[in-house]
């Protein structure tokens, strides 16, 4: 942790694995634990989760995220949703299916749908009463 209040950064972005799913709890932990001890007070972590969203029934990945941050010390600050593709006017997908009509790109790509965006969560930290009295 830096022991200077000018030490420190004011914004940390980082990228979890596509594997996070299959980390130990521990690792995840450890993550927030190393940035939140990087970042001066008032700062921010936007982490970037590159994995897809959790099996019917499966555990959100995001929640893994945000409880690992809250037990580190940071605040759940924001979602955002960063588009990766052009999202269609209309989706083609929920127009009925008509027989006499041939693939107007309601099939999926290997029975999946190709994915549209990425989950950003924002986490800041907050300064304590000794943080304050050293700014």
Known sequence: MPDQPDQ???LILAALPQAIERLP????????????ALL?????????????PPPPSGFSYRATVIAAA??????????IP???????????????????KGDDRRRLLAG???PTFRDLVMFGTTATGEE???A
């Open 112 to 114: 999946r749908h190709l």
């Open 70 to 79: 809250r037990g580190a010390g940071l605040f759940y600050h924001q979602h």
């Open 132 to 134: 304050n009295a050293h």
């Open 40 to 52: 001066r007070p008032g700062g921010f972590l936007i982490a970037g989760l590159t994995t897809a």
């Open 82 to 100: 960063a588009v990766l593709v052009p999202l269609p006017e209309h989706e083609p997908r929920t127009a009925l299916q008509h027989p006499d």
């Open 8 to 10: 420190g950064v004011d």
């Open 25 to 36: 709890h521990d690792d995840v932990n450890t993550a927030m634990s190393t940035w939140r």
